[in-house]
C-alpha cells in the first residue's frame, strides 16, 4: 500500500466551476500536511498547508480528518490556470522528509 | 527569498558517463537538502538526505556508490549520478530547508537527465 494515495485523474472542469479531491495517508502519527501544484515538467510549488481546522486561501479550501486519515482540496471558480497536478505531501518523520503522492490530474477547459 | 536553483536543468548525456547536478541555495542557508527523483506520472521519490558537513542518509533501494551526494556549504549539494545507464533518466529535484524557517521545502526547478 503506498503511504499517500491519490485519484490520478484527470478532473476534467468547466471553467468556473468547483472541483473536489481527496487524499488518503498511512502514517497516523503524521503531523504536517500540504497541497503542492505541479506544472507540467516544473517542480512542485507549495500550495497550501493544512490545518487539522481546516483552511481557505482564496478560492482553495482544504481540509483535514484525521480520524479517516485523508485531506481534501476544494477549487472554487476555477480558473484555466488551475490546470495542473495537484500533489498530497505528508510529512513522514520530525526531520523534514516528506511523502509525496502521485498526484491528481486537473484540467480547466474553457 | 528562498530561491533554490538547479544546474544544469536538462542534461542528456551517453550510458556510461557520470553526471553532476547542482542545488544551491541563493539567499538562505540551507541546513539541510533532499533530493528526489520523479519518473514520469509518478510521485517525487525521495532518494536521499544530506546535512551539511556530513554522510548523506539515502533511502532504502538507492545506491549510495551510484548517486554520490555531497554538501560541502551552507549553500550547495552536488548530486553525481556515476556511470549512467538509460534506466537512470528521470525528473531530479532537489529541495532546501534553513535553521530559523518553517518545515516548508523550497524546491529547486529541477534537472531533466537523458541517459542514451
Known amino acids: 500500500r503506498k503511504e499517500v494515495e491519490q485519484d490520478p485523474g484527470p478532473f476534467n472542469v468547466p471553467e468556473g466551476a468547483t472541483v473536489a479531491f481527496n487524499c488518503t495517508y498511512s502514517n497516523s502519527a503524521s503531523q504536517s500536511f500540504f497541497w503542492y501544484r505541479q506544472d507540467c515538467r516544473k517542480e512542485p510549488k507549495l500550495l497550501m498547508s493544512?490545518?487539522?481546522s481546516g483552511n481557505e486561501d482564496g478560492r482553495f479550501t482544504a481540509q483535514l480528518n484525521r480520524a479517516s486519515q485523508y485531506i481534501s482540496l476544494l477549487i472554487r471558480d476555477s480558473k484555466l490556470s488551475d490546470s495542473a497536478t495537484y500533489l498530497c505531501v505528508v510529512n513522514a518523520d520530525s526531520w523534514g522528509k516528506l511523502q509525496f503522492g502521485a498526484g491528481t490530474q486537473v484540467v480547466v477547459t474553457p | 527569498g528562498a530561491v533554490v536553483s538547479q544546474h544544469p536543468s536538462w542534461v542528456i548525456c551517453k550510458s556510461g558517463t557520470s553526471v553532476k547536478i547542482e542545488c544551491r541555495s541563493l539567499d538562505f542557508q540551507a541546513t539541510t537538502m533532499f533530493w528526489y527523483r520523479q519518473f514520469p506520472k509518478q510521485s517525487l521519490m525521495l532518494m536521499a538526505t544530506s546535512n551539511e558537513g556530513s554522510k548523506a542518509t539515502y533511502e532504502q533501494g538507492v545506491e549510495k556508490d551510484k548517486f554520490l551526494i555531497n554538501h560541502a556549504s551552507l549553500t550547495l549539494s552536488t548530486l553525481t549520478v556515476t556511470s549512467a545507464h538509460p534506466e537512470d533518466s528521470s525528473f531530479y529535484i532537489c529541495s532546501a530547508t534553513g535553521s530559523g524557517r518553517s518545515d516548508e521545502q523550497f524546491f529547486g526547478p529541477g534537472t531533466r537527465l537523458t541517459v542514451l
Open positions: 493544512v490545518y487539522s
